[in-house]
């Protein structure tokens, strides 16, 4: 039987195909100049103290709609204000209510780097991503060969666009430091079962060479859980659903962050 991320790849090919019948890839192509490495995103997650990507999400396949009228610029602006480091933008239309018109507005709303999270399969993803404004995207190992894996992240890196390479397990993790990748993210949420682990990255970070950045996924919601990665570690939290859920947006960015900093 199919798991869920067997699901969202099989539709997002399906997706991607149909996106190029209308918008060739040559289309995109055209758009792109040639990228210096301004490496804003990763940039962003090496300050001093844990930093936050914050992320547009109005529903999730495990919790259903969150916010499904949430307005792009009013949130993202939101997160800029209250500190967040940087903005993740889910894109992915069917189980998570996304789409890439939401990294456009983004990208117009904020100067904070952004992340196009999808589940990235194929190099034109990562060619809209770029066109879209992205400075990053993400790449599910779980959904990836070791092979196409590599690949992916030289073709990020030939537009200029950091790579978030996430992880759940032991194995997983051991593919992405082989992959070389620079940024990898631990999911407390396992893809395949949705069911979350709020040590999976406690217990991963060991495994990650110095000098990776480590970014704690799922499963984050108060201040105590923010201040024991932070102690372990971690260099940055990706959060959606618990800012995505408060009224107060920046306050809960706020309360995360343990700052007090200029009011939404």
Known sequence: MPTFLDQVIERTRADVDARAKVVPVEALEERIEAPGRSRPFSEA???????????????????GPIRPDATVTQIVQAYERAGASACSVLTEPAWFGGSLDDLVEARAAVDLPLLRKDFIVTRYQILEAKVAGANAVLLIVAGLSPDRLVELQEIAASVGLDTLVEVHDEDEMEIAVEAGA??????????HTLEVDPETALRLLPDAPAGTIVVAESGITSRDDVQRLEEAGIDAILVGETLMRSDDTGEAVRTLLGTMRQQD
Not at 45 to 63: F, H, N, T
Not at 182 to 191: A, D, F, K, P, Q
């Open 45 to 63: 997650l090496v300050a001093e103290g844990i930093s936050l990507i914050a992320e547009m999400k109005r529903a999730s396949p495990s919790k």
């Open 182 to 191: 620079e940024i990898i993210g631990v999911n407390n949420r396992n893809l």
